[in-house]
């Protein structure tokens, strides 16, 4: 029942953005600046510095697009859940007990403006980075980035859903999930390694987003970890991090929904 409602879902989002082409291409137009002046900001940085731990602009770029990547799928699929905190203060995330589903597949399948439009600019910019950096596109390569891409998106949803589920006891989370997702879009853009030591732990082990790129990247790139001296072949557990992430996360959403009282509203 569940994967019918899904596949309607996707349905209705489809005929939405292609009744409202103009909202669409606005999004998307504005997706495309956002990264790009990321991008810019990594070209004049690497302008001055032509490297950073051994990692010239190229690298640099594919690293950005390995992000891209995992970010993309969750922004794709998963993003609604940011709207559940919101719910929970207006009360009406109390419908979602109600009804003979999954209140975590209901929050995710909301009706909203769901663009997969960073997903699409993802995969592209992806591609033409892989190109610039010369990494060699075998069969490995097709199968290995998007397992990399799902266990990135998996990391990104596992921490959001943790922040999220906050809000049934805290209820005002906003500023906590922004600054996470600050971190994440700061922290991604350079390799680990540049920072010092607690926050290179910091990133792999408490909110793992080193996952998401730097080491996968480090794997494909035949490049030494810089940051705490592990064996590349680290970067190709990115899936199972993202499945264990989202996992604890999803045990923890349900500890949050059995302690769940309502806001009052």
């Keep these: 029942m569940s994967l019918a409602v899904y596949q309607q879902y996707w349905r209705i989002t489809i005929l939405t953005m292609i009744e409202y082409r103009a909202s669409f291409f606005m999004w998307f137009g504005f997706t495309i ?40 799928v969750h922004s794709t699929f998963f993003f609604a859940i940011g709207e559940v905190p919101m719910m929970v203060r207006e009360g009406k995330f109390d419908r979602f007990l109600v009804r003979p589903l999954d209140p975590l597949f209901q929050a995710l399948t909301m009706p909203q403006q769901n663009i997969p439009d960073e997903l699409f600019l993802a995969i592209a910019f992806f591609a033409t980075a892989t190109a610039f950096v010369h990494v060699r596109v075998d069969l490995a390569f097709l199968i290995f980035v998007p397992l990399v891409a799902i266990g990135g998106a998996l990391i990104d949803f596992g921490i959001q859903l943790a922040i999220t589920t906050l809000s049934f006891w805290i209820v005002r989370i906003d500023t906590l999930r922004w600054v996470v997702m600050s971190l994440e879009q700061d922290f991604t853009r350079y390799p680990i390694s540049i920072y010092t030591r607690g926050v290179r732990v910091f990133l792999t082990l408490v909110v793992p987003f080193a996952f998401m790129n730097y080491f996968p990247a480090t794997y494909l790139l035949h490049k030494t970890d810089g940051a705490l001296a592990l064996s590349p072949q680290i970067g190709l557990i990115t899936p199972i991090v993202g499945v264990v992430w989202f996992g604890a996360a999803y045990l923890f959403w349900r500890v949050g929904l059995n302690r769940y009282q309502g806001t009052g509203s």
């Design 33 to 72: 600046v956002y990264h790009a002046t990321a991008i810019g900001a990594l070209y004049v940085t690497l302008h001055e510095f032509p490297s950073m731990n051994g990692w010239d602009f190229r690298d640099m770029a594919f690293l950005y697009g390995l992000w891209m990547l995992g970010h993309g």
